[in-house]
């Protein structure tokens, strides 16, 4: 049996994960993709080839699923793998208002996540693929954009409590079957989920995090790590690739009455600037392509052509920090007067920092003055795109940590007589 306890933050454009068997965590990021197999080859794995392909299992996985949770019972590629292979892709649409709770491939995601890392697990005791179904027990936190978290976290925990779910690997000579039961279920918000990792890595992380707002112009002057972990007023500017979520935080609580969702993201920006650029004739096929060819250095043979990519993406990013901007002076309308500190993150927000981060800054002066206005602590994404899962984490492993506890009082407790 392989118990599993889980952060998973799916989000619109990759999986980022920390998970824990034993006492060993794992941190997992790859695409939020998959791709359909309609025309299945069934070429086994090699023997010697084995390990490499366990090893890199979440981009390579070729898998189907019986389940409640995913309609379609076809097969599936993960990962790069999807990507590269040239089938149809399955992504999150950043325009669609269909929450993620209701959508199939958040569930074919947290599945094969959690199914690849019990078959690790398996083959590196074992060093063989397993004859028999192999069982998983997990305890996972998620989270759900804030909107859909107010209407859905209930039902999204109770769609994969309610019954068992069986992932089939097709990548071996023989079926490969993972069985997942989840024993607890817990659902955030996107963005708070955030600031308790920022909370919980404590002083260290702080100083670096200010270190590097400095580098970037903002002096803060007299403010130390402390002062910022001391504050419990807080607003969030978590910049995703299908959303940008506004958690505040009032007395330290997620105060969900007055946080938001913006319902587009930086992929927004990709898929708006994919289809002027594929009017100019560059066959970028999907928004994961454009931006693997943005973090990619020109050579001398492409320069020219990876200008005029970047000209055009950089003119949709103007155009929405706009937006952003706009959408929290809204927020900032609502909790101005008891806000302290706003933390901008994500894995959208370095993309945006050179023309968001200034429009942040005026808009925190409108709401107190020149003299007086609150920090804006712009993290880079680096570290903070990461963030979620870690809180997301933090929340799963403390709450099976305290189970266990109670579970180990309880057995201990002497029997009456």
């Given at each position: 049996m392989c118990k599993i306890i889980a952060g998973l933050d799916i989000g619109n454009g990759y999986v980022k994960a920390n998970m824990r068997t034993g006492e060993n965590v794992v941190g997992v990021h790859f695409p939020s993709s998959v791709a359909f197999v309609t025309n299945p080859h069934n070429i086994p794995t090699e023997n010697d080839a084995l390990k490499g392909v366990i090893d890199d299992i979440y981009n390579q996985m070729d898998v189907s699923f019986d389940s409640q949770i995913v309609k379609d019972t076809g097969r599936r590629l993960f990962g790069s793998r999807g990507v590269a292979s040239g089938m149809s892709l399955e992504e999150f649409d950043v325009y669609s208002h269909v929450s993620k709770a209701h959508q199939d491939l958040s569930?074919?995601?947290?599945?094969?996540?959690?199914?690849?890392?019990?078959?690790?697990?398996?083959?590196?005791?074992?060093?063989a693929l397993?004859?028999?179904?192999?069982?998983?027990?997990?305890?996972?936190?998620?989270?759900?954009?804030?909107?859909?978290?107010?209407?859905?976290?209930?039902?999204?925990?109770?769609?994969?409590?309610?019954?068992?779910?069986?992932?089939?690997?097709?990548?071996?000579e023989k079926p490969v079957r993972v069985r997942v039961r989840f024993e607890n279920v817990q659902v955030f918000a996107e963005g708070a989920s955030a600031q308790y990792a920022i909370t919980a890595k404590g002083a260290p992380f702080m100083e670096a995090m200010l270190s590097d707002v400095?580098?970037?112009?903002?002096?803060?002057?007299?403010?130390?790590?402390?002062?910022?972990?001391?504050?419990?007023?807080?607003?969030?500017?978590?910049?995703?690739?299908?959303?940008?979520?506004?958690?505040?935080?009032?007395?330290?609580?997620?105060?969900?009455?007055?946080?938001?969702?913006?319902?587009?993201?930086?992929?927004?920006?990709?898929?708006?600037?994919?289809?002027?650029?594929?009017d100019e004739g560059f066959a970028f096929k999907s928004r994961k392509d454009l931006s693997n060819f943005l973090q990619t250095p020109p050579t001398a043979l492409n320069r020219a052509?990876?200008?005029?990519?970047?000209?055009?993406?950089?003119?949709?990013?103007?155009?929405?920090?706009?937006?952003?901007?706009?959408?929290?002076?809204?927020?900032?309308?609502?909790?101005?007067?008891?806000?302290?500190?706003v933390y901008v993150y994500g894995g959208g927000a370095n993309p945006l920092r050179e023309v968001l981060y200034p429009l942040l800054i005026e808009t925190s002066k409108n709401f107190?003055?020149?003299?007086?206005?609150?920090?804006?602590?712009?993290?880079?994404?680096?570290?903070s795109q990461h963030l979620n899962r870690e809180g997301l984490y933090i929340v799963a492993d403390g709450f099976a940590r305290s189970e266990a506890q109670k579970a180990t009082q309880v057995q201990a407790k002497p029997v009456q007589k």
């Open positions: 569930g074919i995601l947290i599945l094969g996540t959690l199914a690849g890392k019990a078959l690790q697990d398996y083959f590196g005791e074992h060093n397993p004859n028999d179904i192999v069982d998983v027990t997990a305890r996972i936190a998620l989270a759900l954009p804030i909107r859909e978290f107010k209407r859905y976290r209930s039902t999204y925990a109770k769609s994969f409590t309610s019954a068992d779910h069986m992932v089939n690997f097709h990548n071996f400095r580098r970037m112009g903002e002096p803060l002057p007299g403010i130390t790590a402390q002062d910022i972990l001391a504050v419990r007023n807080t607003v969030g500017i978590d910049i995703g690739e299908g959303t940008v979520n506004f958690p505040v935080f009032q007395d330290g609580v997620f105060n969900a009455d007055s946080s938001g969702t913006f319902d587009s993201g930086y992929g927004t920006v990709l898929n708006t600037a994919l289809d002027r650029l594929q052509r990876y200008n005029k990519v970047k000209q055009i993406v950089t003119e949709e990013t103007q155009a929405f920090a706009n937006e952003v901007s706009m959408q929290f002076v809204k927020i900032m309308s609502r909790v101005g007067s008891f806000a302290e500190v107190g003055g020149v003299d007086t206005s609150y920090p804006v602590l712009y993290l880079d994404s680096r570290y």
